[in-house]
């Protein structure tokens, strides 16, 4: 290797060990933060992973690094979801995956047939697309106009990315760790690096807290701005706020189980983009549909404390309220409440039993 190349790489890995280090000491407060500090790391472990004569080290160093390296795109997926998902968990799956793609690249140190390749690279390819599957799919309702621009930028490097590497090895099978590819690739590795370190988490309308449940009131009464604005900007967003009260209190919008922020747009007669901005500026949500699922579990909430409606159906206050069904329903009101909605009911009524024709336990089959 190259004193040119083994400058680049070993600038590639300062930048991105640097860089996890400043994002360490948000890894707690944030699950985007901290799976982004990972694939950093994983990053790294590929820049030193691709780099000739690797595969001259002894194996004990070998295992780690290569283990790690191949892990990237489980970790990529993983990252991806955090980042794009203000709710986002880590499932069984996701470890499912990771584990799978490091048992492979451990397979490869002591032998790599065709069809480990095969699995290894359909496996890889499948969680990169995951993760821009998941850059893509809430953009519609993503409230943060940063990250929602993001999205797209995301989405297209990295198919750019997956199309370079793929088309290169299909030409020159095997040239991306010999000179001069391994220089070139050295090169954008350094570029992309360096471009990535500069977005720090406010690049994504990130903050080192955790995303708070829904509350019962998801439009508080209107303040004032935290920075100097024009006064016809202070104007018209108070009476955009004022007529949104309106149409979500006394209208009743959120009942519409399509409610979406195009359509919400259209009934206010103002533009996407303001309505976005005042709902995340000024009220505080990141999510369209956090936050109209506010209103619809306050109400959902109501109703099933309510001595009146004690034999109304639990399925018919969740579509009432403006879910689509009973699953996504009862996800939604565990997390915002803590219980389940019948255990809520009997909390509230001193054990009447809900009517429900439809157990809730079906939200987990």
Same mark, same amino acid.
């Given at each position: 290797m190259s004193i040119l190349e083994t400058a680049l790489r070993g600038g590639?890995?300062? =930048? #991105?060990l640097l860089s996890l280090v400043l994002r360490a000491r948000y890894a707690r407060a944030s699950p985007a933060i901290a799976y982004s500090a990972l694939l950093l790391l994983c990053t790294a472990a590929f820049v030193v992973d691709s780099a000739p004569g690797f595969y001259k080290l002894p194996l004990y160093w070998k295992i780690?690094?290569?283990?790690?390296?191949?892990?990237?795109?489980?970790?990529?997926? =993983?990252?991806?979801?955090?980042?794009?998902?203000?709710?986002? %968990?880590?499932? /069984? !799956?996701?470890?499912?995956? /990771?584990?799978?793609?490091?048992?492979?690249? /451990?397979?490869?140190?002591?032998?790599?047939?065709?069809?480990?390749?095969?699995? !290894?690279?359909?496996?890889?390819?499948?969680? $990169?697309?995951?993760?821009i599957w998941h850059a893509l799919a809430g953009r519609a309702s993503d409230l943060v106009e940063r990250r929602r621009q993001f999205r797209l930028e995301f989405a297209f490097c990295t198919a750019a !990315?997956? $199309?370079?590497? +793929?088309?290169?090895?299909?030409? /020159?099978?095997? @040239? #991306?760790? %010999?000179?001069?590819?391994? +220089? =070139?690739?050295?090169?954008?590795? =350094?570029? $992309?690096t360096f471009a990535f370190s500069m977005l720090g988490p406010s690049r994504f309308g990130l903050e080192a807290t955790a995303p708070a449940a829904p509350q019962p009131k998801p439009i508080p009464a209107a303040t004032g701005?935290?920075?100097?604005?024009?006064?016809? @900007?202070?104007?018209?967003? @108070?009476?955009?706020?004022a007529a949104l009260r309106k149409l979500m209190d006394e209208g009743k919008a959120y009942r519409d189980d399509g409610l979406s922020i195009a359509s919400l747009s259209q009934k206010l007669n103002v533009q996407e983009y303001r309505l976005r901005r005042l709902i995340n500026g000024q009220l505080g949500h990141r999510n369209f549909s956090a936050f109209v699922n506010g209103y619809? #579990?306050?109400?959902?909430?109501?109703?099933?404390?309510?001595?009146?409606?004690?034999?109304?159906?639990?399925?018919?206050?969740?579509?009432d309220a403006g879910f689509g069904s009973i699953g996504p329903f009862n996800r939604a009101f565990k997390v915002y409440a803590g219980l389940t909605p019948s255990e809520y009911r009997r909390a509230h009524l001193g054990g009447v039993d809900a009517a429900s024709p439809i157990p809730e336990s079906a939200s987990h089959s």
């Amino acid at each position: 290797m190259s004193i040119l190349e083994t400058a680049l790489r070993g600038g590639a890995v300062a =930048i #991105l060990l640097l860089s996890l280090v400043l994002r360490a000491r948000y890894a707690r407060a944030s699950p985007a933060i901290a799976y982004s500090a990972l694939l950093l790391l994983c990053t790294a472990a590929f820049v030193v992973d691709s780099a000739p004569g690797f595969y001259k080290l002894p194996l004990y160093w070998k295992i780690p690094v290569h283990v790690l390296s191949s892990s990237t795109p489980a970790v990529f997926w =993983i990252s991806a979801a955090a980042l794009f998902d203000d709710a986002f %968990k880590a499932r /069984w !799956y996701h470890g499912l995956a /990771w584990l799978w793609l490091a048992a492979l690249a /451990w397979r490869e140190l002591y032998g790599w047939p065709a069809n480990i390749v095969i699995a !290894y690279e359909v496996s890889a390819l499948l969680c $990169v697309l995951f993760g821009i599957w998941h850059a893509l799919a809430g953009r519609a309702s993503d409230l943060v106009e940063r990250r929602r621009q993001f999205r797209l930028e995301f989405a297209f490097c990295t198919a750019a !990315y997956i $199309v370079l590497i +793929v088309g290169s090895q299909w030409i /020159w099978p095997g @040239t #991306l760790d %010999k000179a001069p590819f391994s +220089v =070139i690739n050295a090169l954008g590795l =350094i570029a $992309v690096t360096f471009a990535f370190s500069m977005l720090g988490p406010s690049r994504f309308g990130l903050e080192a807290t955790a995303p708070a449940a829904p509350q019962p009131k998801p439009i508080p009464a209107a303040t004032g701005p935290s920075h100097p604005v024009p006064a016809a @900007t202070v104007e018209q967003d @108070t009476a955009l706020l004022a007529a949104l009260r309106k149409l979500m209190d006394e209208g009743k919008a959120y009942r519409d189980d399509g409610l979406s922020i195009a359509s919400l747009s259209q009934k206010l007669n103002v533009q996407e983009y303001r309505l976005r901005r005042l709902i995340n500026g000024q009220l505080g949500h990141r999510n369209f549909s956090a936050f109209v699922n506010g209103y619809r #579990l306050a109400e959902a909430a109501s109703a099933l404390a309510d001595p009146g409606q004690a034999e109304v159906p639990v399925l018919t206050i969740a579509l009432d309220a403006g879910f689509g069904s009973i699953g996504p329903f009862n996800r939604a009101f565990k997390v915002y409440a803590g219980l389940t909605p019948s255990e809520y009911r009997r909390a509230h009524l001193g054990g009447v039993d809900a009517a429900s024709p439809i157990p809730e336990s079906a939200s987990h089959s």
